[in-house]
């Protein structure tokens, strides 16, 4: 199973560690490189102090513009200016290089004594109002001032001479579009004239619209009107047509306007046509023909005799019906007081059976002329829809007619307008290019040039600015790229794994000793409870998880305190009553004789190679429940003896103590650590604050990790007193001289 804790993030440069966490670290990053934001802000300085005196004197001449006052002129109202982006399109042709060339040659050709040099023009807007503010600097005071003089005159010729460039281009342009205006104007006009010649619009224009539509409407009505005539013939009895008849008579076919059948006379003699039944014309043999087909009989014009008899014939019909009811009435009046033989009645009864047989052949003569009636209503119809359908192509063609008329009409008024308007505005154009007025005038003439106030003070206020910049730049990478573990915060989010313990930084009182280990009455308060803390820790760990008796503790490179914090460790226990065993495994390089001032041999080398017993070769210190086993003689693979021996030996050992604390090598210098670690039931590995760097460490955790090493925790050695996590120790009121 891989023993690899999920690390959290990282690097020490992580942020989840607050700023408070990470200002020790910028402290020591400060004091171990203060000197390279000292070098960087003088060498600023210096390049800023260098600059300043060798930059020549300049001088400034300035001056304004506004926007000057116009005359409101009707006749000038076509010259304008786009005003939503004015004021920035004039600060960029003062600044141009086409102002500066022509004021460049201007200057040399009516100032020759002058000598050019580089002006540096700035325009700007001053804010809230309508004025130009100008400045020109340069190293020659008379040619500053002559150069922003020139410029305000030489942006007034320029503008000038835009209003003119556009006045002649807008004018050519409106006079190429008149010409072809009125080019077509003429040829509208002659297409109207054609047009009115050859369609005999002058009839159109009198009758003030379409007649044949008129006309058509009519016809559409006589129409209707002729259909019902031959429903109410087909539906109503004989006597109810008679009595109809008798009250009113057909209503003469409508003639077409005498003007339309002129006007179709002078155009096309040959197709002229007049409706049938009108009383100006004969009905053509077509016409006849059709009322044939239609009735079945011989068509035959209506004459007034014809009229007359039909009119008689009907009120001799309508009479006769009349007799008959009065005899009917005097029968019945006789009979109330005759008998039905009485002569008189019998008389009554022969003259009322004649006048019934006479009405029976007027019933059948009117039933007859009903007939020949309706079939003239039908052939009537039949003419009415064939004119309705000629008329219909004649009222679509003269509406075409109108419409084309009316176009051309309307074309050639639209076309004389706009020939009238161009030629107007090209008029008003001319005038306007004589009263035209300037937009912007000269407000303030240019000043003689003065000296530039110096800008000493605040180069070098910003030659310090970009110094310190820099420097700081510096620390802010050293800092990225220096990875040394400089607080409790950065080791927990680099490794992951938990911190047991924090040993104080404490310094020999020379360079030729070494801090001494604990002892019985120690007054470092702050040492002895920071060991104390550790020692607890290990003892809570080992009851919660199981009890590790057998420990080595280990560092990732050679320098970061693993043998003292061992030795001390192994000291506390002992103070803490627990039987402590301190085994020296670091056979190539072991001192922990020295710190307890023993001899190193025979020691664990011999042990493993069999040479002699491990408890012949356990010596006693002076701290009680503590002894040591020396590393002994270093042998030629020491790795090779902690892999194949450490586990017996440990049996051998058991039960002799209750700890057994192994000084190894570091992991990154030997192999012996990591041969040594798997045997064991758990690692402590010590960590320098301020000195191991994070990458290592961590490379040296994979290694174990490898090897499926049980790591218990961290001892984070070597830490200021001066940091956040040491706060708590900081109260020495609380210790006495018999701690222990």
């Known amino acids: 199973m891989d023993m690899r804790p999920t690390l959290t993030n990282g690097g020490p440069s992580s942020s989840s560690g607050n700023f408070s966490d990470q200002l020790p670290r910028y402290k020591r990053l400060i004091a171990a490189y203060w000197w390279i934001p000292l070098i960087t802000i003088g060498l600023s300085l210096w390049i800023g102090w260098m600059a300043v005196k060798r930059e020549p004197r300049s001088y400034v001449s300035v001056g304004k513009m506004t ?112 010409d072809r205006m009125l080019k077509k104007f003429e040829e509208s006009k002659t297409a109207l004239f054609n047009y009115q010649s050859s369609n005999s619009v002058v009839f159109l224009q009198k009758s003030g619209g379409n007649d044949a539509a008129d006309y058509l409407a009519t016809l559409n009505q006589d129409l209707a009107r002729h259909k019902s005539e031959l429903q109410l013939l087909k539906t109503l009895t004989l006597d109810q047509n008679l009595e109809r008849q008798q009250q009113a008579a057909f209503s003469p076919t409508p003639e077409p306007p005498k003007h339309i059948i002129s006007r179709q006379n002078q155009s096309d003699p040959s197709s002229a046509t007049v409706p049938p039944g009108s009383p100006s014309t004969q009905p053509t043999s077509e016409e006849k023909q059709a009322a044939n087909n239609a009735t079945g009989h011989e068509y035959r014009m209506p004459s007034a005799t014809a009229t007359g008899a039909s009119d008689a014939f009907q009120a001799a019909y309508l009479q006769a019906k009349q007799q008959i009811v009065l005899l009917k009435a005097q029968r019945d009046q006789l009979s109330q007081y005759m008998r039905p033989k009485h002569p008189d009645i019998i008389a009554l009864d022969e003259e009322i059976a004649q006048q019934e047989r006479l009405l029976k052949i007027f019933q059948e003569q009117s039933k007859e002329q009903l007939e020949n009636h309706q079939h003239v209503v039908e052939a009537e119809i039949a003419g009415l829809e064939a004119q309705i359908k000629e008329w219909e192509l004649k009222a679509v063609e003269e509406s075409k007619k109108l419409s084309a008329y009316q176009a051309l009409k309307e074309d050639v008024n639209r076309l004389q307008t706009i020939s009238d308007q161009l030629q107007g505005t090209l008029q008003t154009l001319d005038v306007d290019k004589g009263v035209g007025q300037e937009t912007v005038a000269v407000f303030e003439a240019a000043t003689p040039g003065n000296p530039v106030p110096g800008k000493k003070p605040l180069h070098m206020a910003e030659a310090g600015a970009i110094g310190l910049f820099l420097g700081l730049g510096i620390l802010f990478l050293l800092n990225k790229t220096n990875d040394r573990l400089g607080s409790l915060v950065e080791l927990e989010n680099l490794l992951g794994e938990p911190v047991l313990g924090q040993i104080p930084l404490l310094r020999a009182p020379d360079k030729k000793s070494v801090v001494p280990l604990l002892q019985m009455e120690d007054d470092r308060h702050m040492m002895v409870e920071s060991y104390s803390n550790l020692r607890s820790a290990l003892l809570f760990k080992d009851a919660m998880e199981g009890h590790s008796r057998s420990i080595v503790v280990t560092s990732a490179v050679p320098g970061d305190g693993k043998s003292t914090v061992c030795a001390n460790l192994a000291i506390s226990l002992a103070h803490g009553g627990a039987r402590v065993l301190l085994v020296d495994a670091d056979l190539r390089r072991g001192q922990m004789h020295k710190r307890f001032s023993v001899p190193d041999y025979p020691g664990l080398s011999e042990v493993l190679t069999k040479e002699c017993l491990w408890s012949e070769a356990v010596v006693h210190t002076s701290t009680p429940n503590l002894d040591l086993l020396p590393c002994g ?82 001892v984070f050695n070597a830490v200021s007193p001066n940091a956040k996590s040491y706060d708590c120790y900081h109260y020495k009121e609380y210790y006495t001289k018999n701690i222990t």
């Open 67 to 178: 926007l000057s006052v116009k005359l409101a002129i009707p006749n000038a109202a076509y010259y304008t200016e786009e005003m939503n982006s004015f004021f920035g399109t004039q600060v960029e042709l003062m600044e141009s290089d086409t102002i500066r060339g022509r004021v460049y040659a201007r200057l040399k050709e009516e100032s020759p004594p002058l000598h050019p040099v580089p002006v540096n023009m700035q325009v700007s807007v001053s804010p809230r109002a309508s004025i130009f503010n100008l400045r020109a600097e340069g190293l020659d005071p008379d040619y500053v001032h002559e150069y922003l003089k020139t410029t305000m005159d030489e942006y007034i010729k320029l503008k000038r001479e835009l209003l003119e460039n556009a006045s002649s281009a807008t004018k050519a342009s409106l006079e190429k579009e008149r």
């Open 633 to 714: 003689k270093p042998p030629r693979r020491p790795g090779s003896l902690l892999v194949s021996g450490t586990k017996t030996l440990l049996k051998q050992m058991e039960g002799h103590y209750d700890y057994y604390l192994f000084d190894s090598a570091p992991v990154m210098a030997a192999d012996d650590a990591s041969s040594l670690a798997p045997q064991v039931d758990g690692v402590l590995m010590v960590v320098r604050a301020g000195s191991t760097f994070g990458r290592i460490a961590k490379s040296a955790l994979d290694l174990l990790y490898l090897r499926k090493v049980n790591v218990i925790g961290l």
